[in-house]
């Protein structure tokens, strides 16, 4: 099973900063197995990002996924107060479909 | 506007069965891939089952293996989880997904969950 460790466990700031949220899969996936996802309490999750990169339908442009040599990340441009929620990677590309374990997002 | 919704839920003993039902609507039900993702109280995602538009099932989690089976009928808009020999370690809300297409690619839309409670 492909196991997703994600960093930081819990992430303080403030509205108005940037926010970088990483997802380390082990062993590797190609990116386009690999997506993002926002969920608030009570709610369910939300995509945000899939194929690594790509924003889903109706995400705002302060939402990004990037790719590095071994890392996934979510960056968060210019924080919102509705941005302060638990973000989790998901990997689709091997069965079982695994998440991370999630970074909560809080408000400093 | 996609629309998903799960039942069937409810409180049950350990080693009983339960079978889950999510009826979908807004989109093309045939064309895309569906998954059963369930989440403790206060933990984390865990992805349980997922089936493809042609009733090929994607796999299970470890945790649900021989325990559990998805299935879906195309002519009801319907996916279902069959959960046999519940354990206590089942208890969670589980929310049905509409994966965006295929069976690799992620869950656009959500329901709202319904929760299993597994107590003696």
């Known amino acids: 099973e492909i196991v997703l460790t994600q960093s930081p466990g819990t992430l303080s700031l403030s509205p108005g900063e940037r926010a970088t949220l990483s997802c380390r899969p082990s062993p590797s996936v190609g990116s386009h197995y690999l997506g993002w996802y926002q969920q608030k309490p009570g709610q369910a999750p939300r995509l945000l990002v899939y194929?690594?990169?790509s924003r889903a339908p109706g995400i705002p442009d302060r939402f990004s996924g990037g790719v590095s040599e071994t890392d996934f990340t979510l960056t968060i441009t210019r924080l919102e107060p509705e941005d302060f929620a638990v973000y989790y990677c998901q990997q689709f590309g091997t069965s079982p479909y695994t998440f991370g374990q999630g970074t909560r997002l809080e408000i400093k | 506007e996609v629309h998903l919704v799960e039942s069937g839920g409810g409180l049950v003993q350990p080693g009983r069965s339960l079978r889950l039902s999510c009826v979908a609507s807004?989109?093309?039900?045939?064309?895309?891939?569906m998954h059963w993702v369930r989440q403790a109280p206060g933990k984390d995602l865990e992805w349980v089952s997922g089936i493809a538009w042609n009733n090929v099932i994607i796999g299970y989690a470890d945790s649900v293996k021989g325990r559990f089976t998805i299935s879906r009928d195309n002519t009801k808009n319907s996916i279902y989880l069959q959960m046999n020999s519940l354990r206590l370690e089942d208890t969670a809300f589980y929310f049905c997904g509409k994966a965006l297409v295929g069976p690799t690619t992620p869950l656009d839309s959500w329901g709202q969950g319904t929760l299993v409670a597994v107590s003696s």
């Open positions: 807004g989109f093309n039900f045939d064309d895309h891939a």
């Open positions: 194929g690594a990169t």
